[in-house]
């Protein structure tokens, strides 16, 4: 089931398509960091493809691209979702779209990050689209072998479809803590201590997430520690940043950066910490573990998707519920305390 690179994947259904739509666009102003640019890094810089990224109002160009180069050409699919009214007004056209490259031959590769759309609206509609969208596929490509067990039940789909290529890696730039520390409270107004543990939950604010429940456990355990919750607020989840704004406001050990972080910056907080948890209320793949890996970081993350497969790796602590999360953070500040 392992390929051993997109390369194959594409040469396998089409070996003549030199030509590979990709959507949604890749971000080249964030090579470090963007997932999309360092999933195709390699055949950016391989003269035999011609790597086409595609924005949502650009649809049309994969049809008229597939047509030019003779059908000749793949359509690389990644987040196949909506969240809002607005966004489902456009679902038909790009629907469409799809459906037109299908029937005039073009092949298709779907990559799968979620079980189901994170706020779970619209479930109904989203499952007849991604149920469509797996039919006309010629590849479904997953991250780790837990998601062909889940996504080939939910899609219906045999598993002979699947072809698995790991998480892209992070690269690293680290740097030493109280550096890193210093950076953050100059510029972040943090207040920071180095002696204090520092725990990090960096990424879009969103509901899935559930970053209240552990700033919850921080203040209802009177843990001795530091919670910084970092990174933009995901649009439909307002309330979500009002409810950590306030406690960010009552409690100092809870820190809320809620904005864009340039990816320069990126090396100063996970440096700065000792301690990357996640508490997704479900998952497949997660690029933000990835990070914290790539930076070394102990992680605590919940036993769902591919993460249940991180469990034998050194500093990955997995938990099945809130009450593990509780009891491994205790030990983890514990430990803290005794080795400083």
């Known amino acids: 089931m392992q390929a051993t690179s997109l390369k194959e994947i594409y040469a396998s259904i089409n070996s003549e398509a030199k030509t590979i739509f990709v959507v ?4 080249f102003n964030v090579k470090k960091s963007d997932y999309l640019y ?11 493809f011609d790597i086409k990224s595609i924005s949502v109002f650009n649809h049309f160009k994969i049809v008229v691209g597939l047509l030019l180069n003779k059908r000749e050409a793949i359509l690389h699919y990644h987040w196949l979702e909506f969240q809002d009214l607005r966004s489902l007004a456009g679902m038909p056209w790009k629907i469409l779209c799809i459906y037109l490259f299908h029937k005039l031959g073009g092949n298709i590769v779907w990559t799968l990050h979620n079980e189901f759309p994170h706020d779970r609206r619209f479930l109904k ?18 991250h780790c072998e837990t998601a062909v067990g889940i996504m080939s039940s939910r899609l219906n789909t045999s598993t002979q479809k699947f072809r698995l290529i790991p998480h892209p890696d992070f690269p690293a730039f680290p740097i ?11 510029t972040y107004n943090c207040a920071l201590e180095e002696r204090s543990p520092i725990l990090l939950m960096f990424g879009n604010i969103s509901g899935y997430k559930q970053l209240e429940r552990v700033a919850d456990i921080v203040i209802e355990e009177k843990l001795d520690c ?12 307002q309330n979500l940043f009002e409810e950590l704004s306030e406690k960010a406001e009552a ?24 301690l990357c948890v996640f508490y997704y209320r479900e998952i497949l793949s997660s690029g933000g573990y990835h990070m914290a890996k ?26 099945s519920n809130e009450n593990e999360l509780k009891d491994l953070l205790s030990s983890f500040l514990r430990s803290f305390e005794n080795g400083r």
């Open 24 to 27: 949604p666009l890749i971000r």
């Open 38 to 48: 360092l999933l195709y890094k390699d055949l950016i810089e391989d003269p035999e």
């Open 125 to 142: 509609l989203h499952t007849f689209l991604h149920k469509k969208m797996a039919q006309w596929a010629d590849i479904l490509h997953v």
């Open 176 to 186: 030493k803590k109280n550096k890193a520390i210093q950076h953050l409270n100059e």
């Open 226 to 237: 530091t919670l910084m919750i970092v990174g933009p607020v995901k649009k439909g989840n």
């Open 251 to 274: 409690h100092k050990n809870i820190i809320l950066i809620a904005k864009f972080i340039p990816e320069e910056h990126l090396p100063w907080f996970y440096s700065a910490a000792d």
């Open 294 to 319: 790539s930076y070394g970081k102990k992680v605590m993350a919940p036993d769902k998707g591919c993460l249940s497969e991180e469990n034998n790796r050194p500093n990955v602590d997995l938990f």
